[in-house]
């Protein structure tokens, strides 16, 4: 049986656990993904009605995770977005559409509490099949100007960018402090931290602009 709810309390152990398997190795030696979860919960631009957990007979093996942030257009007019992350599934259940489901229930939730844009940063291939397209396509540009090429919009209401350019200002609830990460990495159960191509490609995207 396959339920999506909301996290509680008794689930951070698992959900932590699942974002660290899901990203242990992917984009660097170890993670960080699982620390940010752990912080993420008690920062003020938590969406905890976005809070999701996805169950496979009973048992935790994934999760997603939203907190408000906000663009500005160039009359410097603010508005409200989500982004989201991490969206883990724990290894063995990748590529079985567990986590589009999740994803999909997520984006409903949202638009019925009134979002109409996500933002987020991640490897397109796994998201414009879910509606993400190129930020550049949306003029939706970084802070400097610049359009990543892993900076992807997806609109949860049609026309709800149309005819400005945009400024994308991401929640400090993202940022991780990795010496705090790896020391909280190392009171878990060890995994063995090594190198994977996954990690060139990431350096490449993350690094990466889309000037056209």
Request: proline residues 4%; aromatic residues 12%.
């Amino acid at each position: 049986m396959i339920r999506v709810r909301n996290e509680t309390p008794a689930d951070y152990a698992a959900v932590e656990n699942v974002t660290r398997k899901a990203f242990y190795n992917v984009y660097v030696p170890g993670c960080v993904e699982h620390y940010l979860v752990h912080t993420m919960r008690t920062h003020a631009d938590f969406v905890q009605e976005l809070d999701f957990v996805l169950e496979l007979d009973g048992r935790i093996i994934g999760n997603v995770m939203y907190t408000k942030a906000r663009i500005t257009d160039e009359n410097g007019r603010e508005k409200g977005v989500l982004t989201f992350g991490p969206v883990s599934i724990l290894p063995e259940y990748q590529r079985k559409g567990y986590g589009k489901m999740l994803l999909e229930h997520s984006f409903g939730r949202a638009l019925e509490l009134g979002y109409d844009v996500i933002v987020i940063f991640g490897n397109p291939s796994n998201y414009v099949s879910r509606g993400f397209k190129s930020c550049k396509k949306y003029s939706v540009c970084a802070e400097g100007g610049q359009y990543p090429t892993a900076m992807l919009v997806k609109e949860l209401q049609a026309g709800a960018l149309d005819g400005h350019r945009w400024v994308y200002h991401e929640s400090p609830a993202m940022e991780v402090d990795e010496n705090a990460a790896r020391a909280y990495d190392e009171t878990l159960e060890k995994m063995e931290k090594k190198w994977l191509p996954s990690q060139e490609e990431f350096y490449i995207l993350s690094h990466s602009t889309i000037v056209r």
